[in-house]
């Protein structure tokens, strides 16, 4: 198993631009997460979702937007990017509620917007 | 609402030596997690260690331990024979019994020298 995989590692943007996270993962997960890990602070909720065709909102989904449509993937959108979206992002899967509470991370994105 | 409180920016400890890593965390809850994730310069996120808090036996995993005091409020995380490879930020989480979703301190960087 690959595991979490995220795409792109690294990504520069300009402000205004918009682009996909990709996010996947081959563990059969129902619960997917999206965070961000701004510098020098712990990671925070941005969207989630229990599994296919159901999403939600975390503590700071302002500026984002997710969909899933297949268990695999979860990615995650930035319309109109700001300086403020500077941060590292991790996506993350769980298999499902009571299953097990570990969730297990991808490599994370780091995303400049300059 | 809940939050998760770690006052040591940065901790530092010579190698076979022991550290402990202090977390507090406020809630209104009686049923809920308590994690300890790992964060080494790869970025990957890694469980260390968790806690249930109707559990009153403190966790230990290997070379980690928990000391675990509900009515404080407390959650330290003790890392005893110190590795080079302990080295990394460590984050204290804290998640509400079915809302799978972490909260998270905003971490404690330690570095084991040699």
């Known amino acids: 198993n690959a595991g979490v995989t995220q795409t792109p590692k690294f990504r520069i943007l300009k402000i205004g631009q918009s682009m996909t996270l990709q996010c996947t993962q081959d563990m059969n997960h129902n619960y997917m997460y999206w965070y961000r890990q701004d510098p020098g602070m712990g990671l925070k909720l941005i969207y989630y979702s229990v599994g296919a065709g159901i999403t939600d909102k975390g503590e700071v989904p302002n500026g984002y937007n997710v969909s899933r449509s297949t268990t695999e993937d979860f990615p995650l959108r930035l319309e109109l990017a700001a300086p403020s979206q500077t941060s590292v992002y991790f996506c993350?899967?769980?298999?499902?509620?009571?299953?097990?509470?570990?969730?297990?991370f991808g490599p994370g994105t780091r995303l400049t917007v300059t | 609402a809940q939050t998760v409180t770690q006052s040591q920016p940065e901790m530092s400890v010579q190698e076979a030596e022991t550290v402990t890593l202090s977390c507090t965390y406020d809630t209104s809850e009686n049923n809920y997690y308590l994690f300890w994730y790992k964060q080494p310069p790869s970025r990957q996120m890694i469980l260390v260690i968790r806690?249930?808090?109707?559990?009153?036996q403190n966790a230990t995993e290997n070379r980690f331990s928990v000391n675990f005091q509900k009515a404080a409020k407390s959650f330290s995380l003790k890392i005893s024979d110190s590795q080079l490879g302990d080295t990394a930020m460590y984050f204290c989480a804290f998640m509400k019994f079915n809302t799978d979703k972490l909260i998270f301190g905003t971490g404690t960087r330690l570095q084991v020298f040699p």
């Open positions: 806690q249930e808090a109707y559990k009153q």
């Open positions: 993350a899967s769980k298999p499902g509620q009571g299953d097990s509470y570990e969730q297990y």
